[in-house]
């Protein structure tokens, strides 16, 4: 069954420091796969995508991820945190199910930034 | 990108009690979702609700518990039915434009006393 699993529940950084938020999936095809961003009170905002092609991703507010088909894996990363990146982000897989493409999210990992 | 809207932003209510929750996007799209995520946990498909065919639940999510309703391709209505405070949580529908990828409203906060 498709599962996505992120180790870190929360992450406390110093701004300016460096991230790397940690995905491990499971899926049996060549996965979908979606990092988004929720900051406190507000909606799901997609930070990045990866569907094939180049596994260094690029995606919004200076965020990448990396594809490790071998690891499978798709960290996301940040090589300097600001105060504003505090949020919670959640990993996610497509599982396409016929025509519709169902996403499957893992559990999430909170940041906290200190200045 | 399309934007999308969801109303109530948040509603408090009494157990034994339904609400509907609407989802309103600026563009026709085919296919809309419908998530739940209970407090403090990840979100959880509840059904798939494209226009021209009945809702496909998700497994532990039954229609007579949340009925769904999607009259064109623009709009979509997720009705909590006969709630319990087990039912709290924040109720997000989603669109897929056809590329693959997801874009959410900004969620309905329910809380049921």
């Known amino acids: 069954a498709q599962s996505v699993t992120q180790p870190d529940i929360h992450i406390t950084v110093s701004e300016g420091a460096s991230l790397e938020l940690r995905c491990n999936y499971s899926y049996g095809a060549t996965p979908y796969l979606f990092w988004y961003v929720q900051s406190p009170g507000q909606g799901l905002q997609l930070l990045l995508k990866y569907f094939s092609g180049d596994t260094l991703v690029q995606g919004i507010k200076g965020f990448e991820a990396e594809f490790k088909r071998s690891q499978s894996s798709f960290n996301l990363r940040k090589p300097s945190v600001h105060w504003s990146d505090a949020a919670e982000y959640f990993c996610a897989v497509g599982a396409r199910s016929g025509a519709t493409n169902k996403l499957i999210f893992g559990t999430g990992t909170l940041l906290a930034v200190q200045p | 990108s399309a934007v999308i809207s969801q109303k109530p932003s948040r509603d408090i209510c009494q157990r034994g009690t339904s609400l509907t929750i609407q989802c309103q996007v600026d563009s026709q799209v085919t296919m809309m979702f419908w998530y739940r995520q209970q407090p403090g946990q990840s979100l959880t498909l509840i059904a798939t609700?494209?226009?021209?065919?009945?809702?496909?639940?998700e497994s532990g999510f039954v229609i007579d518990k949340f009925p769904i309703s999607r009259p064109n391709l623009t709009f979509s209505t997720l009705t909590v039915s006969n709630m319990s405070p087990e039912d709290s949580s924040i109720y997000l529908c989603s669109i897929d434009p056809g590329g693959n990828e997801q874009f959410f409203g900004p969620g309905t906060r329910l809380t049921v006393l």
């Open positions: 609700a494209n226009q021209g065919s009945e809702a496909t639940y």
